[in-house]
């Protein structure tokens, strides 16, 4: 959707969001892709059936264990503009799981994290910054070391 087909009181609140400052952060070499463990983030909103469903607005995250069966994973993404179309007929568009244990298979990578984080997508970003620094604290614990960002 174009912001000039959106309506007003919607495109002002998306154009005028206040969105955090952050200093420029130079990158850092690391391991080769082979040696290095890899963890998904999704922001589509994914959860296990027996957690809570993501709210509007709310800055938070859902842990997806590795081991999960995928029939077990449901989306309580909100946003009106999400199209399900490609959840529905392939989970790996926004959970690309499957793709991740072939490349830990053929050794592309070194290992796959224990666990993966979902966000809901529709969050603003002011909401995310604690969060996100309690994420990076049990990637760092797991010894994920590259990350997948599957965003929607």
């Given at each position: 959707?174009?912001?000039?087909?959106?309506?007003?009181?919607?495109?002002?609140?998306?154009?005028?969001?206040?969105?955090?400052?952050?200093?420029?952060?130079?990158?850092?070499?690391?391991?080769?892709?082979?040696?290095?463990?890899?963890a998904i983030i999704t922001t589509a909103g994914l959860h296990r059936s027996e957690d809570k469903p993501f709210?509007?607005?709310?800055?938070?995250?859902?842990?997806?264990?590795?081991?999960?069966?995928?029939?077990?994973?449901?989306?309580?993404?909100?946003?009106?503009?999400?199209?399900?179309?490609?959840?529905?007929?392939?989970?790996?568009?926004?959970?690309?799981?499957?793709?991740?244990?072939?490349?830990?298979?053929?050794?592309?990578?070194?290992?796959?994290?224990?666990?993966?984080?979902?966000?809901?997508?529709?969050?603003?970003?002011?909401?995310?910054?604690?969060?996100?620094?309690?994420?990076?604290?049990?990637?760092?614990?797991?010894?994920?070391?590259?990350?997948?960002l599957a965003g929607v």
């Amino acid at each position: 959707m174009h912001l000039h087909e959106m309506p007003e009181a919607a495109r002002d609140r998306l154009i005028n969001q206040e969105l955090p400052e952050f200093e420029p952060t130079p990158c850092a070499e690391g391991p080769a892709l082979s040696m290095r463990r890899i963890a998904i983030i999704t922001t589509a909103g994914l959860h296990r059936s027996e957690d809570k469903p993501f709210s509007p607005g709310v800055g938070e995250y859902r842990i997806i264990p590795d081991d999960i069966d995928m029939d077990d994973l449901v989306m309580s993404h909100v946003s009106t503009n999400f199209d399900r179309t490609g959840y529905i007929q392939d989970m790996n568009l926004v959970f690309p799981i499957e793709r991740l244990r072939e490349l830990e298979k053929d050794g592309s990578i070194g290992s796959i994290g224990k666990y993966h984080y979902a966000f809901m997508g529709a969050t603003p970003p002011t909401m995310m910054e604690a969060v996100a620094k309690d994420l990076a604290a049990n990637l760092k614990e797991d010894g994920v070391n590259g990350l997948i960002l599957a965003g929607v």
